[in-house]
């Protein structure tokens, strides 16, 4: 089992910047994929970006592409998600999700990942 708990949302005026963090604790040891995921009031969670167990290989969702950075630091169990240059339609709860494995693809879906944390709220303000 992997533990995922993330920080570092809040409220921000659009254009602004958040840095979120999803650190993970449990069974470490093994190698893991994590990506990131939004749920918009009303709306379905949506992929936002993946990352490879080792870090090379990172997808992102076309709407935060060149906007959002996501970065990891395994010695540390955390994974990071840089938001720049935030739009109200960033507002939503963002989580963090975890599943087994080394190498990342680049669309996955919420049902491919088996941990997940209990979000983030971030609010962009216009």
């Known amino acids: 089992q992997v533990q995922l708990v993330e920080s570092g949302g809040g409220l921000v005026q659009a254009g602004g910047s958040l840095r979120l963090s999803c650190v993970a604790s449990g069974r470490t040891r093994s190698t893991y994929v994590v990506g990131w995921f939004r749920q918009a009031p009303g709306k379905e969670r949506e992929f936002v970006a993946v990352i490879s167990w080792g870090g090379s290989t990172t997808y992102y969702v076309d709407f935060v592409e060149g906007r959002f950075t996501i970065s990891r630091d395994n010695a540390k169990n955390t994974v990071f998600l840089q938001m720049n240059s935030l739009k109200p339609e960033d507002t939503a709860v963002y989580y963090c999700?975890?599943?087994?494995?080394?190498?990342?693809?680049?669309?996955?879906?919420?049902?491919?990942?088996?941990?997940w944390g209990q979000g983030t709220q971030v609010t962009v303000s216009s």
């Open positions: 999700a975890a599943r087994y494995g080394m190498q990342a693809i680049r669309s996955p879906s919420s049902a491919d990942f088996g941990f």
